[in-house]
């Protein structure tokens, strides 16, 4: 693999060495599982990902002294919310589906276990740069890898040929196809520019080498205004400006109605892609192909992370052992994770899963691609790390209100990163964090 734009030795501080930096890790032994003697173990799971329940009673039928309820809940902030205002009554469930981002959040308000003991051995089961984002400290691992989502470009191949453009492989090539499109059909665009989704944006910074929290000493270190994002607002800002992409949110009507009738031809995403194209473009199956992400620098294979999420054990749980019992047999048993992707539609994190027989047909949206899955394995080995830290959604309201504005207005996207910066700096200061400038 060729070398990262920026040292990776530097990017790659995890939120681990961050936490316990800090003093956020509170560190919780595991519990004896003392099962009733008149019954099994009972384990409450909340979760988003669909269909989780038919997963689970897989388990339930294979280990009758440990049962797991899933109960289905909102994601996201919603959840992170209810599940931190449930451990502070001391009523969170046993197992919670949690976004890789919302980690620190959770450890620093002292939600989740340390399940090393249980789950430690499963490391080498899981990408490098997908392990490190649940292995909170140099000891401690606070959830397993359940989803990933690598990031990637789809593309309407149809429309590439009617009008003579080639798949890009470097952005300075993508703004090339961009001007290119728009001077042989006006009223079509490649792409839009979205600020209602900051998950995209920090995909995209994390490609470029971006590591927007790290640590110096026992102080946070906020670089999302640091140069490998400014590169990646400057870009996007500059096709917004000239009128290249559009400058549209995603997930609108509109949106939906562009991508179904062509008038945007190619949609930066993840692996997750082809559910959301079957949903707002239902008259263009297998018109799309995939293709990497296009790289800042030639020949190498980067990608960034655009969702995914994993499987953590509470505080609360009087389980701990049974709990973690069943997060590691939901994220690395074969089993499980042919059960996870046929009937949740996961992307699994689990390596051995990507090349698995539950993927190996394409999605029924790509007819045309049926290597779909083989080359997202190879797309994954690209997984550029992610540094998160706890406050996440305070960076993520920040980005959507100021580039919300600056791409409406197709203002300066320097000055919204930069207002980013600052309104994530306030809040972490404003709640007692040290911050080094």
């Known amino acids: ?79 992170v919310t209810k599940i931190i205002t449930a451990a502070k009554a001391h009523k969170a469930p046993d197992l919670v589906q949690a976004e890789y981002q919302a980690l620190p959040t959770l450890v620093s308000n002292d939600v989740l276990a340390d399940i090393s003991g249980q789950v430690g051995d499963a490391e080498g089961e899981f990408p490098a740069g997908v392990w490190r984002q649940v292995t909170l400290g140099s000891d401690a691992v606070y959830a397993l890898p359940q989803d990933s989502g690598p990031m990637m470009l789809y593309y309407r191949k149809d429309l590439f040929r009617q009008y003579g453009l080639q798949v890009p492989t470097t952005w300075e090539e993508f703004a090339a196809t961009a001007r290119k499109l728009k001077e042989k059909a006006p009223d079509k665009a490649l792409t839009t520019f979205s600020a209602n989704d900051s998950g995209l944006f920090a995909g995209l910074a994390q490609q470029a080498g971006a ?102 054990v509470t505080n609360d749980s009087a389980h701990k052992d049974a709990a973690a019992k069943f997060a590691k047999w939901l994220n690395t048993d074969p089993k499980a994770v042919a059960a996870l ?28 691609q049926p290597d779909f899955y083989a080359e997202v394995a190879k797309i994954t080995e690209g997984i550029a790390p992610a540094a998160w830290g706890p406050n996440v959604n305070v960076a993520y309201a920040s980005f959507n209100d100021n580039f919300g504005k600056a791409a409406k207005n197709k203002s300066d996207f320097g000055a919204a990163l930069a207002a980013m910066q600052q309104a994530t700096v306030a809040d972490l200061k404003k709640h007692g964090f040290e911050v080094a400038e």
């Open 1 to 79: 693999m060729n070398h990262h734009p920026v040292n990776l030795r530097f990017v790659a501080v995890s939120v681990a060495a961050a936490l316990s930096a800090t003093g956020l890790l509170t560190g919780c032994g595991s519990s004896g599982d003392s099962a009733d003697s008149n019954g099994p173990v009972e384990l409450t799971y909340w979760a988003w990902a669909p269909d989780l329940d038919k997963v689970a009673a897989i388990w339930n039928q294979d280990h009758p002294d440990i049962k797991v309820t899933v109960k289905k809940q909102a994601s996201g902030d919603d959840l």
């Open 341 to 368: 992707v046929k009937e949740s539609d996961v992307y699994p994190a689990a390596t051995a899963a990507q090349t698995g027989d539950a993927l190996k047909k394409a999605p029924d949206f790509f007819p045309g």
């Open 211 to 312: 590591s927007w929290w790290t640590t110096q000493g026992d102080k946070w270190k906020v670089a999302i205004d640091g140069a490998a994002t400014r590169k990646v607002a400057n870009f996007w800002g500059g096709l917004v400006k000239e009128g290249a992409i559009d400058n549209q949110p995603m997930y609108t009507p509109a949106w939906n109605k562009a991508l179904n009738t062509g008038k945007q031809i190619a949609w930066v995403s993840a692996v997750w892609a082809p559910g959301t194209l079957k949903t707002a473009a239902p008259d263009t199956q297998g018109t799309w192909a995939m293709a990497p992400l296009p790289q800042w620098s030639e020949g190498s294979n980067w990608t960034g992370s655009w969702g995914g999420s994993s499987t953590a």
